[in-house]
């Protein structure tokens, strides 16, 4: 199908491109910004009259429940949820159930997905086989079947020696290796050490349960010269520390979740389970360093952490509830906030979630030619139209996503995704 976009702001922080233009679109590709080729007929036009047009968001955290917790979440929905929350790429971690340790699961989870012609997802193996932290799975199988990198999810690998070895032979053959900073023995809790998880008698994670492990990891990455993105950085010291390892040139990139950026403990209110989320949530001090991160580049990217979890989970007591918010369809509108309330340019909000994951993705995106979370002539045409005007109430009714819980319900966010393109493909238009 041929499409043009009309008149709408296009931005690509990738190029830096911003300016009032069309966009034409056929067979998947764009192949004009600006001016239509000779001979182009639209099928279909896309008025983005006051709205920008953005390369397709890019998600590098969020768990879509399939194999084998479908009573959270299902691809169809949760897909659906990406979509209408412009994002046409997303990486989805390893701890399903299985654990996509094995080629074959990643196959069936791609083929799966591919089917529904909706979100690009591109899925994370696990670094040692189920996640058990002892013997390392068939990378070089893992990659040939899909993964675009190596993670243990939320368990640590209790064996320093055993993520060195991992470490080494990631290095070797050039795969990078995911990993969420967090000490196995200090990381127990369910919110963040301090005055207030005493008053409320919940079991604490502390700060150098994030910092130990970050310490960890930059030494083996040190001694090994691997490639290892950091994710869900959640306190100020945890910042402080990338930021030093960036300056001495270790290869580090690392995320932040939309929670973390915008949340803290006292969101927790009376035991309210919405906020029980992973990482935990901390103080005002960790929050406005993790803001400060983000805007300066220590942290490279904004995520969703789309966790979707069903209603039984979450009506337990605070400390039973199961862990997790949903969240693809509140990212564009929380990065706007953050920009907003930071006195960003739209530009770099959107690089964020746009370019800057998709450099975290790297190699791992050479199939597609690189044009993942940018507008190149003669890339796959993942684009979004995006409204920064007004405001939307967040209620269940309004998400998509199989699971509802999430810590904004009842909040006034700003934006809207207005149209998602998924290699040419409108996979969402919101309704007038």
């Not at 090994?224 to 993105?229: C, E, F, Y």
């Not at 862990?323 to 690089?351: F, I, M, R």
């Amino acid at each position: 199908m041929n499409i043009l976009i009309q008149n709408g702001r296009v931005m690509d922080p990738a190029s830096g491109l911003d300016q009032t233009a069309d966009v034409a679109i056929a067979a998947g590709r764009i192949v004009a910004v600006g001016a239509a080729p000779a001979g182009f007929v639209a099928s279909k036009v896309i008025d983005a009259t006051g709205c920008i047009v953005a390369p397709g968001l890019v998600d590098l955290a969020a768990r879509l429940r399939e194999p084998g917790q479908e009573h959270a979440g299902m691809l169809e929905s949760e897909m659906a949820a990406a979509v209408a929350g412009g994002v046409t790429s997303l990486v989805c971690p390893p701890d399903t159930e299985p654990v996509l340790d094995e080629p074959g699961l990643v196959e069936m989870l791609r083929y799966r997905a591919e089917k529904l012609h909706q979100t690009r997802v591109l899925p994370l193996g696990a670094l040692t086989v189920g996640l058990k932290g002892e013997v390392l799975t068939e990378m070089g199988q893992l990659t040939a079947a899909g993964c675009v990198g190596f993670s243990q999810a939320e368990v640590p690998v209790p064996s320093t020696q055993v993520l060195q070895r991992a470490l080494q032979y990631a290095s070797t053959f050039g795969y990078t290796v995911w990993l969420r900073p967090q000490e196995i023995h200090l990381g127990k809790g369910v919110a963040a050490s301090g005055a207030l998880a005493t008053r409320m008698g919940l079991s604490g994670v502390s700060v150098a349960a994030e910092t130990i492990a970050l310490h960890t990891i930059f030494e083996l990455v040190r001694s090994t010269g691997a490639r290892v993105h950091l994710c869900r950085i959640s306190s100020a010291q945890g910042v402080a520390l990338v930021r030093q390892a960036k300056a001495e040139g270790l290869p580090v990139t690392a995320d932040v979740s939309i929670n973390s950026l915008h949340l803290t403990d006292t969101d927790m209110g009376y035991f309210d389970s919405r906020a029980r989320l992973t990482p935990v949530l901390r103080q005002q001090r960790d929050r406005d360093a993790l803001r400060l991160g983000l805007a300066d580049g220590t942290l490279d990217a904004l995520v969703s952490d789309h966790t979707p979890v069903d209603a039984d989970a979450k009506a337990l007591p605070f400390a039973e509830a199961e862990p997790g918010a949903t969240g693809l369809e509140l990212l564009w509108s929380l990065a706007l906030k953050w920009g907003q309330e930071a006195g960003l340019p739209v530009s770099q909000v959107l690089a964020r979630i746009t370019s800057e994951p998709a450099r975290v993705l790297g190699a791992s995106l050479a199939t597609l030619q690189g044009s993942v979370g940018q507008l190149a002539v003669g890339g796959v045409a993942d684009v979004c139209v995006l409204s920064t005007d007004g405001h939307w109430p967040v209620t269940e009714a309004a998400l998509r996503s199989q699971g509802k819980s999430t810590p904004f319900s009842g909040y006034e966010l700003p934006g809207r995704v207005l149209a998602t393109l998924v290699s040419g493909h409108v996979a969402f238009e919101a309704k007038a």
